[in-house]
């Protein structure tokens, strides 16, 4: 991953991102963030786990971010039943979490997600992370990463 990414290392095509956090400050945070970035995108939410399964039958976005603790259906259940479906096998899905207590990083792992993102604190710290993510080649996100690396800086 490139240290410092910026709008030039993200492709101009306008990206259709899905959040699934029940936090409207988190959302405002997220979508703040996005801004910073300068790239064109969609941002579509769920506010809890039943929506965004409902979401996602309707259109796959081109990346997830799926909060842990959320109503009807916590997040890990989510990537439980997202893994098991086919069509959405080349969806890169990141657990975008504040807790990342070994044992439940472990178990998204184990469970089929990309990658492990904590929320952060502030607006541009959270740009600088997902402008990392957003400089992954896509492709990459396919091949499920090692351990060592699921949980990102």
Known sequence: MDASPSAENISAERKD?????????????FEAALDELGFPYQLRHANNGNK??????E????????DIRMPLKDGVSCISEIRKHREYDSLPVIM??????????????????????QKANTVSILSERLGKIFSI?????????ARDNFVLP
């Open 59 to 66: 259109k796959v976005p081109d990346i997830l971010f799926l």
């Open 52 to 57: 965004l399964l409902l979401l996602l039958k």
């Open 96 to 117: 975008y979490s504040s807790n990342i207590a070994p044992n439940l990083t472990e178990e998204c792992f184990a469970n089929g997600a990309n990658f492990y993102l």
């Open 137 to 145: 080649d896509q492709e990459k996100f396919l091949d499920y990463t």
């Open 17 to 29: 991102i899905m959040l699934a956090d029940d936090d409207m400050d988190e959302l405002l945070i």
